[in-house]
């Protein structure tokens, strides 16, 4: 009984540290150069979509 009881204390530790690090995890800014690539993707992604329409001469 005494091995559930420290095995239930264990994962309750557990439990709090792992909140207490996604807790801090999401706080967190994300880096600029981050951003920049969002950037990057988000107008590539828009030139892709005005330019053509995905279909095509792949080949």
């Known amino acids: 009984m005494?091995?559930?009881d420290r095995r239930g204390r264990m994962e309750e530790?557990?439990?709090?540290?792992?909140?207490r690090v996604y807790a801090q995890a999401?706080?967190?800014q994300v880096p600029d150069r981050f951003l920049k690539l969002?950037?990057?993707l988000r107008g590539a992604?828009?030139?892709a979509?005005?330019?053509s329409?995905?279909?095509?001469?792949d080949t």
């Open 2 to 4: 005494e091995h559930k």
């Open 45 to 47: 992604g828009a030139e």
């Open 53 to 57: 329409s995905g279909k095509g001469s």
């Open 26 to 28: 999401v706080e967190e």
């Open 13 to 19: 530790q557990i439990d709090d540290n792992l909140r």
């Open 49 to 51: 979509s005005n330019g």
């Open 38 to 40: 969002l950037e990057q």
